[in-house]
Nanobody
Framework: QVQLVESGGGLVQAGGSLRLSCAASGRTFSSYAMGWFRQAPGKEREFVAAISWSGGSTYYADSVKGRFTISRDNAKNTVYLQMNSLKPEDTAVYYC?????????????????WGQGTQVTVSS
């Protein structure tokens, strides 16, 4: 079992920055990959970024590449999403998720555990 708790969401103006955190507990954190997804009102959940168990490999959706950075601190059991140059279209509920098994990093159905989500709102 893995428990995930996101934090760091909020309201920010376009062009601003936010850093999301996701604290994990339960299973050994360094043994699984982590991902961030988001869901805007009326839209399906979409992949944002993912990071391998060691942090050595990262993956991004084209829409956030160059603006967002995913990282992890295995000593603190935490994964981060640094979001810069935010746009109104980044407004969504952001979820972190744990990928225990083997699956494509950008496929939400492959993730085994999910956090409750944190709201990010970008005003124009």
């Amino acid at each position: 079992q893995v428990q995930l708790v996101e934090s760091g969401g909020g309201l920010v103006q376009a062009g601003g920055s936010l850093r999301l955190s996701c604290a994990a507990s339960g299973r050994t954190f360094s043994s699984y990959a982590m991902g961030w997804f988001r869901q805007a009102p009326g839209k399906e959940r979409e992949f944002v970024a993912a990071i391998s168990w060691s942090g050595g490999s990262t993956y991004y959706a084209d829409s956030v590449k160059g603006r967002f950075t995913i990282s992890r601190d295995n000593a603190k059991n935490t994964v981060y999403l640094q979001m810069n140059s935010l746009k109104p279209e980044d407004t969504a509920v952001y979820y972190c998720a744990a990928l225990i098994g083997y699956s494509d990093y950008d496929a939400s159905f492959g993730y085994d555990y999910w956090g409750q989500g944190t709201q990010v709102t970008v005003s124009s």
